[in-house]
């Protein structure tokens, strides 16, 4: 007897029903509605009938499945639902054969991105579809690709020619060698010492194509007015009056800035027919606007607060040529900051913000109206996803699949707002990643997760969400021969953080000489003495982070820990972090002394250290030793750090 179900009355999200439940629970993304049966349907013997359905409020990605032992039926809003109903039908297959079901679905959001930085290293074109075919088969909607930055200019712009003859190459691949160790010379295409590459407009608009038929709207990023090395090096003209330097950004006072950016906008709106164009505006050094005599005039005659507040000009005049075009302006959070200017109360109704930085910026962009795309450090894919001694050199700290996981855009999407919550996005920044096979070892499973958000929402557990990704692997590295990590052999977080410690100093009153950051505050005041210990990431809590900064010779770290009493011990044992991929060293000296009244204090430890490179992210234990027990009542710590704008990161003092 033929079942007859209507899928209109469907109400259960997922109906466990034996072995044909472990499929609900395999797909990624996890279907809104469904109904699994007991039989199976073969497309070789059965009848397969499409149909189009009016959208029931869901968006153009709606459809659904009705899949009986002889029957199959599909139903969809738009093209696009057809293409992802063909992608659950593709998950669900088990050899020739689908299990019964039905299904309705729908995305959570209208934004599914990844974001591939194409300029620190070049990837083919070969490279890019290949991920398009793995993201769409995931229902990745956005594939944002970080066209120019310092490290090369990646697409051909026909009016300004020396952009890939020059500003696409550079002397070194070692990303180390080339940012870091100050060479950052750029070389001529054709120099066999030259390392680089770029796209013709040719494979981009080949690209554009292939993923608009996989649902992918391919999104290019042009940044400005920072990140801008390669451009003002290749443009010398859009540097700051009587800057002979290098330049990291662009002169926002200078009309020629104005009509070069135009000018490369329009050839990029030719390529790429996304009614979203990413203009970057994150991380702008602005130290040549202050010394350049034309921005000094400029900021006077626009009233603003000094010449860093230019950069809120420039973005408000990119993002009204681009809203004369038809097009919508995407730009990093420091856009929000921008926006308080004097001259500029407002971005402009087509800036939409990626939020990166602090994740309540959500609320203050909505709050005046802009749209967001959740873009957070937690969805940063360059951070290493195992424990760092056993895993390839990376940027940044630990960033597992478990702790990917936990963050839930779903409190963001507040009521009452002008601005929405687009979306989310996961990041891969390339300094450290110079090959396609470690790209895909650091997208893959992680870009997965984020997919699910994007689609269903965080709707499960960790644990069937993994059980999800190991279900993946024969497609994703058998099948598409994906170099994708293998979460079956994680080694997993530092075993310091796995268990409280005891000692003298637990619970101890701790003076601040000099703050922690606002960024990583750890618990608070009593942090480095609550008796737990961070694992591999310095943003996981347990970790608190001081920056040397330029205005002063201080050190970062100076505190004093007050034991209460005048007790006796031996031993004085902190740990440093160093992750160099993230600006965090150990420091470069360690002071120890000790005091009986706080205020005479005896040295009992003083080490200089070299600094080092590291291909992992390291910790360092500073440790006291004394023949004889110390007595005293305060401790005092200080380390030091001889550049500006790194970090130093501990997490507990331990007293014995």
């Known amino acids: 007897m033929k079942r007859n179900m209507t899928l209109t009355v469907l109400t259960v ?23 699994f049966g007991k039989g199976t349907f073969n497309p070789k013997r059965g009848v397969i009938t499409m149909e189009k359905i009016h959208d029931a409020g869901h968006g153009k990605e709606h459809y659904k499945l009705h899949i009986t032992p002889d029957t199959m039926r599909v139903l969809y809003a738009d093209s696009t639902g057809l293409f992802y109903a063909t992608q659950t039908i593709s998950q669900l ?3 020739e054969l689908l299990p019964t079901c039905d299904i309705e679905d729908w995305p959570s ?36 690709l970080h066209l120019t930055d310092a490290g090369g200019w990646r697409l051909q712009i026909d009016r300004y020619p020396e952009l890939t003859k020059k500003a696409a ?8 060698k080339w940012w870091i160790d100050n060479d950052r010379r750029y070389m001529q295409e054709g120099d066999p010492e030259a390392y680089g590459g770029y796209y013709t407009k040719a494979e981009m608009r080949e690209l554009v194509a292939y993923a608009a038929q996989k649902g992918i709207t391919v999104v290019p990023e042009i940044e400005m007015p920072g990140h801008s090395e390669e451009l003002t090096a290749a443009i010398p003209e859009l540097k700051c009056e009587g800057n002979a330097e290098a330049q990291g950004d662009v002169c926002p006072s200078n009309e020629n800035t104005y009509a070069t950016l135009h000018n490369i906008l329009d050839e990029v709106m030719e390529v790429f027919p996304s009614k979203w164009i990413h203009i970057g505006g994150d991380e702008a050094g602005k130290g040549s606007w202050a010394k350049c005599p034309t921005c000094q ?17 420039l973005i408000q005049r990119i993002a009204a040529y681009l809203r004369l075009e038809g097009r919508e302006a995407i730009g990093w959070d ?12 407002s971005l402009g109704d087509n800036v939409n913000v990626m939020v990166w930085r602090d994740i309540k910026a959500a609320r203050r962009a909505m709050s005046r109206g802009h749209n967001v795309i959740l873009s957070p450090g937690d969805y940063y894919l360059d951070r290493y996803q195992d424990a760092p001694p056993t895993e390839p050199f990376a940027g940044g700290s630990y960033q597992p699949l478990r702790n990917l996981w936990t963050f839930d855009p779903a409190p963001y999407r507040a009521d009452g707002l002008e601005g929405k919550v687009l979306g989310v996005q996961g990041n891969l920044w390339t300094e450290y990643i110079k090959t396609e096979d470690y790209a895909e070892y650091m997208l893959y499973p992680r870009e997965l997760a984020i997919a699910e958000v994007g689609w269903s929402g965080r709707s ?7 059980q999800a990704v190991v279900a993946q692997y024969p497609w994703l590295t058998t099948a598409q021969h994906v170099n994708a990590f293998d979460i079956r052999r994680e080694k997993g977080d530092r075993k310091e953080k796995l268990k409280p410690v005891r000692h003298k100093a637990v619970g101890a009153k701790v003076t601040y000489h000099q703050p922690y950051s606002p960024s990583y505050v ?4 009593g942090t480095l003495t609550d008796g737990m210990c961070g694992g591999w990431s310095y943003g996981d809590g347990r970790w608190q982070g001081f920056m040397q900064r330029r205005d002063t010779t201080k050190a970062p770290f100076d505190i004093t820990i007050d034991l209460g009493e005048v007790r006796r011990f031996s031993t004085v044992s902190l740990d440093f972090m160093q992750s160099d991929g993230a600006w965090v060293f150990y420091p470069s000296r360690v002071n120890i002394s000790v005091s009986n009244d706080g205020e005479h204090f005896v040295p009992i430890y003083n080490k200089e250290y070299a600094r080092e490179r590291l291909k992992v992210v390291g910790t360092r234990t500073v440790t006291t030793t004394s023949k004889k027990k110390n007595q005293a009542r305060f401790i005092r710590i200080t380390a030091h750090e001889e550049h500006p704008g790194e970090w130093v990161f501990t997490d507990e003092v331990k007293v014995y």
Request: charged fraction near 25%.
């Open 169 to 176: 190459w550079r002397t070194e691949s070692d990303w180390t």
């Open 522 to 525: 750890g618990q608070g005041d």
């Open 297 to 313: 005039r400029k900021a006077r005659l626009l009233g603003l607060r000094s010449t860093a507040d230019l950069q809120g000009y």
């Open 460 to 466: 499960r557990s960790y644990e069937e969400l993994s």
């Open 334 to 345: 420091e856009v929000l900051d921008d926006s308080l200017s004097t001259y500029a109360p």
């Open 13 to 35: 999200a997922v109906l466990s029903m034996g072995t044909q439940a472990m499929k609900a629970q395999e797909l990624l993304p996890q279907p809104k509605k469904a109904i």
């Open 93 to 95: 297959r088990k050899g």
């Open 109 to 144: 959001y209208e934004w599914r991105g990844c974001m591939i930085d194409v300029s620190r290293h070049f990837f083919p074109l070969s490279f890019l579809k290949k991920q398009v075919n793995v993201l769409s088969h995931y229902k990745v909607n956005r594939l944002h």
